[in-house]
T-cell receptor, first 117, second 118 residues
């Protein structure tokens, strides 16, 4: 069974601070995919990144960066110089690749980020 | 990018009535769509996998007779909440899967439908 743990339920930071959202996953699949989504108050999920299990390179996209560590089964997300618009719930998700019925996403419980001006 | 729409975006209904929610892939065909439910301040929980032309696969604990799923075309899946009750009030989100092989398989999410049952 797959599992995604986001231990931080809520985080508050002051604008311009850096913040890291933690994600730890469990899977028996050798090939799998990790995702981060942003859910603003409107409710619509915004896709941020997808990473497959064979690519451990860290990625940076503007103020966002992701640290994938297979050795610790973690896929952490850092926002640099946070802004009020970053306030949202962030979900980490996992998808396997084990044949029929795969590609289903298992979501973590989410981390609510509040950026205070 | 691929766009998925949902209709309605919100609905209020009386207890005991049925509500139909549509999920459409606007610029691509999707043989597989997923339906999720999200209660306030909680995560998305997969309800069922909808496959075009075949019966949906429901997750454990989801009543298939209460949540009817029809995926009659490659661009449309519908979720009907039958005999809705207040505890069915939730945010329902669909997604459509694009198969490209390997890491490029991706789910595209609709904007969600907020259901309130009085």
């Amino acid at each position: 069974a797959q599992k995604v743990t986001q231990a931080q339920t809520e985080i508050s930071v002051v604008e311009k601070e850096d913040v890291t959202l933690d994600c730890v996953y469990e899977t028996r699949d050798t090939t799998y995919y990790l995702f981060w989504y942003k859910q603003p108050p409107s409710g619509e999920l915004v896709f941020l990144i997808r990473r497959n299990s064979f690519d451990e390179q860290n990625e940076i996209s503007g103020r966002y960066s992701w640290n994938f560590q297979k050795s610790t089964s973690s896929f952490n997300f850092t926002i640099t110089a946070s802004q009020v618009v970053d306030s949202a719930v962030y979900f980490c998700a996992l998808s396997g690749d084990s044949g029929a019925g795969s590609y289903q996403l298992t979501f973590g419980k989410g981390t609510k980020l509040s950026v205070i001006p | 990018g691929a766009v998925v729409s949902q209709h309605p975006s919100w609905v209020i209904c009386k207890s005991g009535t049925s509500v139909k929610i549509e999920c459409r892939s606007l610029d691509f065909q999707a043989t597989t769509m997923f339906w999720y439910r999200q209660f306030p301040k909680q995560s998305l929980m997969l309800m069922a996998t909808s496959n075009e032309g075949s019966k949906a696969t429901y997750e454990q604990g989801v009543e298939k007779d209460k949540f009817l799923i029809n995926h009659a075309s490659l661009t449309l899946s519908t979720l009907t909440v039958t005999s809705a009750h207040p505890e069915d009030s939730s945010f329902y989100i669909c997604s459509a899967l694009i198969y490209s092989g390997g890491a490029h398989n991706e789910q595209f999410f609709g904007p969600g439908t907020r259901l309130t049952v009085l």
